[in-house]
């Protein structure tokens, strides 16, 4: 019987969320939604140091703007909790002795002073100093000291750490979903601290201790992680336990794609590298308060690392799930591009329900002072929506619906109203006002075919118009404009230009 999909995502509550981690929750999510089987949120807060307050609630809180649902975790609840690791502490401690009860792990008295001096000894001459069956016989711990001694020490509650003990040769073969099987020899690793001097469990053996208890059938984490697996899958024969599935996931990469993506390139070069504004301490900006649908961030994040095979670049988070497949994520970093992060955006701008899009344009809107009917909203959106990605930008592709040009584009002026640009409006004003109904269609038919009879420059007419409408060379279909400025406000701003602009420069 194969076993039940059950993947984690185990961030450690250290800050904000970097995109990188959610890309990871995507991908676990979209792994077990796939395969049927259950998403956790595990919080690994074992090291106090780091600890950073209200991180644990911004991750969850990030999730669920990503639409990324957990089925068991902290909020969640589930038959495996608690499901922050710092409620869990006993459980390790036990799980140590039982390491050391076997002898695949011991006690370590050794202070840092003393594990500083040794490494000096040995950088002196030429050597690196690990912590391993080379060493371990000459340092201070369980297998060096008496018995009575070790029982001494603890008595006395001299610190002490709990280490593994890393075989002195063994060949450790590895096998990750995405990079295939790899082999390292143990004689290459320390005997790493399993648990610290102040009793709390170290990331490896709280993760290891956990990943089985609560059942992970794969686990799939960041690349980071890669150099622990041989000690990880040394730990589960250790204790006699089945090794989940592993998949490793490339690193997001900066956008020179030389080197990690940091909160640094994005101060640099204007983007945010986590999903949400983070308030505290040094602040960081987000995705969502830089005006991106989650929609898009997702759709963005989950072609970073893995490609569906296909030409295909717009995915709902259903289509995520019935696509997704972990074998067709890439082994090499993937490279963050914030334009196109914005293309995502603006894709799905030209998908939003206008009535939605409409409802956050008149909050634009009205904290200009205006009002307008939803309707009114919903027509100026759709004339503009394609010229921009982020909602923030519909104001200024439609300011000049409400505001009259108060000054005129210099640029424009100078290259656009000519000698004889008064003269042809006044012509236009005679031609507009004859016109009924005042629509665009209407209005374009009839403009164009006096152009034409007049033989004018279709540009002369057109850009000198559009300057005196809008105060500038931009906008949507000008026709489509003036309908909806309508025929008495298209006419006084014609006429208000040609008194300010004049005869022209000639
Ligand atoms: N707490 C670890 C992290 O934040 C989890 C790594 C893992 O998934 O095993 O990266």
Same mark, same amino acid.
């Given at each position: 019987m194969s076993k039940k999909t059950r993947v984690r995502f185990a961030p450690s509550p250290t800050g904000p969320l970097h995109i990188g981690g959610v890309r990871t929750a995507l991908y676990n999510y979209l792994f077990a939604r796939k395969h049927g089987g259950t998403f956790i949120l595990r919080i690994e807060d074992t090291d106090r140091s780091r600890f950073v307050e209200g991180a644990e609630e911004y991750i969850m809180e990030a999730l669920e703007w990503c639409g990324i649902e957990v089925d068991e975790g902290v909020r969640e609840g589930g038959d495996y909790g608690p499901y922050r690791q710092s409620e869990r502490k006993n459980a390790y401690v036990q799980y140590a002795e039982q390491l050391i009860d076997s002898d695949k792990a011991y006690i370590a008295f050794d202070t840092t002073e003393e594990l500083d001096n040794t490494r000096k000894e040995y950088e002196a001459k030429g050597n690196t100093f690990m912590y391993n069956a080379r060493t371990r016989d000459r340092l201070r711990n369980s297998l060096t000291l008496p018995e009575y001694e070790v029982s001494r020490l603890i008595d006395e509650k001299v610190p002490y750490v709990v280490r593994f003990k890393m075989p002195a040769n063994d060949d450790i073969p590895t096998e990750d979903i995405i990079r295939g099987n790899m082999m390292v020899n143990s004689g290459t690793l320390d005997d790493k601290i399993l648990i610290k001097a102040d009793g709390m469990p170290t990331y490896h053996l709280a993760n290891i201790v956990d990943d089985?208890?609560?059942?992970?059938?794969?686990?799939?984490? +960041?690349?980071?992680?890669? !150099?622990s697996l041989p000690l990880h899958v040394m730990m589960y024969?250790?204790?006699?336990?089945?090794?989940?599935?592993?998949?490793?996931?490339?690193?997001?990469?900066?956008?020179?794609?030389?080197?990690?993506?940091?909160?640094?390139?994005?101060?640099k070069l204007g983007f945010p590298v986590f999903p949400l504004h983070w308030p505290y301490g040094e602040q960081a900006r987000g995705y969502r308060e830089d005006g991106y649908f989650p929609e898009a961030f997702v759709n963005m994040l989950a072609l970073l690392g893995w490609n569906p095979g296909t030409e295909k670049e717009i995915f709902s988070m259903d289509e995520l799930i019935e696509e997704f497949s972990i074998e067709r994520v890439g082994k090499s970093g993937a490279r963050f591009d914030p334009e196109k992060a914005k293309w995502f955006n603006h894709q799905y701008m030209q998908m939003q329900d206008p009535a939605d899009l409409a409802k956050d344009y008149l909050k634009?809107?009205?904290?200009? +002072?205006?009002?307008?009917? !939803?309707?009114?909203a919903e027509k100026l959106v759709s004339m503009v929506r394609e010229r921009v990605s982020f909602v923030s930008e519909l104001w200024e592709q439609t300011d000049f619906f409400f505001e009259a040009p108060g000054d005129y584009n210099e640029k424009a002026v100078?290259?656009?109203?000519k000698d004889n640009s008064a003269v042809l409006m006044k012509e236009l004003m005679e031609v507009l006002k004859g016109i009924d109904p005042f629509t665009s269609a209407e209005t374009e038919k009839v403009v164009k075919e006096w152009i034409q009879e007049k033989e004018y420059g279709m540009g002369a007419v057109m850009n000198a118009f559009r300057l005196l409408v809008v105060g500038a060379l931009r906008g949507p279909h000008l026709f489509d404009i003036v309908e909806v400025l309508g025929k008495e406000e298209t006419l006084e701003r014609i006429e208000r230009g040609i008194d300010e602009l004049g005869g022209g420069e000639g």
């Open positions: 089985h208890l609560m059942e992970i059938s794969h686990v799939i984490r +960041g690349e980071e992680w890669l !150099p024969e250790a204790f006699g336990w089945e090794a989940p599935s592993f998949a490793h996931l490339p690193l997001l990469l900066k956008p020179t794609g030389k080197g990690k993506l940091s909160k640094r390139d994005g101060d634009l809107v009205k904290a200009k +002072g205006y009002d307008i009917a !939803p309707g009114e100078k290259k656009k109203w």
